[in-house]
């Protein structure tokens, strides 16, 4: 079966520094990894995901995530920090009926 | 540009009483999902539909929950009777065709936030 951990339920930082998000994965099969930001009273809106091939993913509003098999983990970085990047992150794998299995999400604030 | 329409995006009820949620997916979509999100936590899925049919709900509280999708198109959420348990956000995500190793990107609706009293 499946499962994401995410670590930190809140991550704080200021702005224009490393955003850092661990994720960490298990799964039985190849993994497909995923991130979705979700604003405040919003939906989820996807970041990137791995599927096969780069191990290095780059998404949009320049996070990007690493897909490391032997440490189970990937997780989201972004250079510098802007305070529109407050919000919930949520890291995925995919499921056995092309299905998401959520982590439990990591708060991130931005402070000026 | 399209989106994933939910209706109500709030609702508070009393406990013992019946609600609903209606979704409408992006047009073209054969695969729609139905989650649930708990304060503080990650989207769990309830139902997910292949055009008209169930592909899984074994996560649905079937003696309390129900869901369709008639016509393959939009589709309903329903709770009878609620319970103070039901308080949560009710997403509803619609994508192409999702399978076993594929996963094409899910859209998401704004959600439907439920208070039950």
């Known amino acids: 079966a499946q499962s994401v951990t995410q670590l930190g339920s809140h991550v704080s930082v200021s702005e224009g520094a490393l955003v850092l998000l661990r994720c960490n994965y298990s799964?039985?099969?190849?993994?497909?990894l995923f991130w979705y930001v979700q604003y405040p009273n919003q939906g989820l809106q996807l970041l990137l995901k791995?599927?096969?091939?780069?191990?290095l993913v780059k998404g949009i509003n320049g996070f990007e995530a690493e897909f490391k098999k032997s440490e189970t983990s990937f997780h989201l970085t972004k250079p510098s920090a802007h305070m529109s990047d407050a919000a919930e992150y949520f890291c995925?794998?995919?499921?056995?009926?092309?299905?998401?299995?959520f982590g439990k999400g990591t708060k991130l604030s931005v402070k000026p | 540009e399209a989106e994933v329409a939910q209706s109500p995006r709030y609702k508070i009820t009393e406990k013992s009483q019946a609600v609903a949620f209606w979704c409408d997916p992006i047009s073209g979509h054969a695969t729609l999902y139905w989650y649930r999100q708990i304060l503080g936590q990650g989207p769990e899925l309830l139902v997910q539909f292949q055009d008209e049919s169930v592909v899984d709900d074994s996560q649905l509280p079937k003696d309390r929950f129900s869901a369709e999708r008639l016509k393959g198109v939009d589709s309903t959420l329903k709770i009878q009777p609620a319970e103070l348990g039901d308080s949560a956000m009710y997403l509803c995500?619609?994508?192409?065709?999702?399978?076993?190793?594929?996963?094409?990107?899910?859209?998401f609706g704004p959600g439907t936030r439920l208070t039950v009293l």
């Open positions: 791995y599927t096969t091939g780069a191990t």
């Open positions: 995500a619609s994508s192409l065709e999702a399978a076993r190793g594929i996963y094409n990107e899910q859209f």
């Open positions: 995925a794998v995919g499921g056995s009926q092309g299905n998401l299995i």
């Open positions: 799964s039985s099969v190849p993994p497909y």
